[in-house]
């Protein structure tokens, strides 16, 4: 996949019928703009794999791209070039159709759309960070398991079915009273090597949105502070920060139809990610259904980087100082639009013991070396259940059995603990968090298979907590009103 192809008039004769047979079969998107999206996919996502994560492009794109839902329509004629000198990455399909996605210093990988060379914004080299304030959970090398029970939980998670589709598990840190206990990577991968979080990335925007809270600086409770809904006649007016938060803001911004759907375009196809989800109409009164939303993250992420000064290098800075470096997370890198929004729906990268250290600031309740970076109140009101369903506000939650009616699996995580609440991102990313048992696990993987294998890893959760001899204790899950009359409310 090096290399470029020419396309002739039969190849453009057989894409063609390709793209009608996907126009017809699943999206209102023209088939043009379809193949767009796939180009744009391919490029942004070997892009961060290359030049953040240090992987193998063909690796990823044979186990990431390949088995992709409508792939099998263009993967014969579709051609990636990756540019390592030039830092980028350039897709096309039948020799039309091409996306260009550029790597740049501590801010990852952006796709360039037309005019947008004139405003997308430097590389960042950071500050040396300041002394962490979490406790090192773990010394430079691989931790192995500490006893046999552990060891052969971290088997079946990296076991494979006898056939496809695989789960490809990569990376699986197990943390238990604040040190990890056990860890494991697949082949190419190590310690140090940047995962994509996918939709994991939502619960760190709404860790972001809960420190602008606790510094006064946005009312959970309140209007969003956007712009373009600033109009009291706009029905978007009413929209709460909390609504966006907790996906009921009623707009319909979702990602249902395998590639080809609003979030999709959003990603792929707008400079301004924000701007574009600022624009849909409401489905639905605001507060009155959930419908997973990327748009609604989009948004959140725009109002984070407003508040912090305007710029990319802003939100850097701001997120570097108030929550990874007091962490001691190292690997990280938020990506951006051309616009300098964070892509807070889907875009962040860390190693996996980075991404278990953010699910420690949640065990510990906000708190980390003595210093609260979350406010008061504010891990009890992301944990807790939003209408009847199993989300939160930012983060999946295990209170219910009751299946999504929208994708046909179960809102929970089977086998886990009810008080169990997890970051959860499409291919299988999980950071899962188990107060009653002092417990974090993130997993992460590209698991193509239906619900990701949530059951699987509610299975690998149960398998630790009995290993580590960590009974779980009755926990009452957290009041639906949790944070309502908290000061940043």
Known sequence: MGNWSTGTGRRHALLAAALASVAVACTPVRPDQAVRIATGSVSHTLCSQTFVGGLDPDQVYAETMRPEPGMGLINWLLRYQVDTSRGEVRTAVAGGFENRAIYRQGLGCVLVHESDTERLSAGVTPDPPAAPLLPEIAGPSLVEPENDALRAALDRAFAEPDQPPWRWTKAVVVVHDGRIVAERYAPGYGIDTPLPGNSATKSVVSALIGILARDGQLAVMQPAPVPAWSDPGDP??????????????????????????????????????????????????????????????????????????????????????????????????????????????????????????????????????????????????????????????????????????????????????????????????????????????????????????????????????????????????????????????
């Open 236 to 489: 978007r007016h009413a929209i709460t920060v909390d609504e966006l938060l907790r996906m009921t803001s009623g707009l319909p911004l979702d990602e249902y139809r395998g590639g080809w759907d609003r979030a999709s375009r959003m990603w792929f196809l707008e400079s301004d990610q924000a701007g574009f989800a600022e624009t849909a109409s409401l489905d639905a009164p605001p507060g009155t259904v959930w419908n997973y939303s990327d748009g609604s993250y989009a948004i959140l992420a725009r109002i984070i980087r407003d508040r912090v000064g305007g710029s990319a290098a802003d939100v850097f800075r701001f997120a570097h100082r108030e929550l990874f470096d007091p962490l001691g997370m190292r690997s990280v890198t938020v990506e951006f639009d051309a616009t300098g929004t964070p892509v807070g729906s889907r875009s962040m990268l860390a190693s996996a013991r980075d991404w278990a250290r953010f699910g420690v600031l949640y065990l510990n309740d906000g708190v980390v070396g003595g210093q609260r970076i979350l406010p008061e109140g504010w891990v009890a009101y992301s944990s807790s259940q939003t209408l009847d369903t199993g989300y939160g506000a930012g983060f999946w939650i295990n209170v219910t059995d009751r299946e999504i009616s929208q994708w046909g699996i179960q809102w929970g995580m089977p086998h886990a603990p009810r008080d169990t609440f997890f970051a959860f991102g499409y291919l299988g990313q999980y950071v899962v968090i188990v107060p009653s048992a002092h417990l974090v696990v993130a997993r992460f993987g590209i698991t193509h298979r239906r619900g990701f294998d949530t059951a699987t890893v509610g299975q690998l959760v149960a398998d630790v907590i009995a290993a580590t001899a960590a009974q779980p204790t009755a926990s009452a899950a957290p009041s639906a009103t949790a944070g309502a009359l908290r000061p940043w409310g």
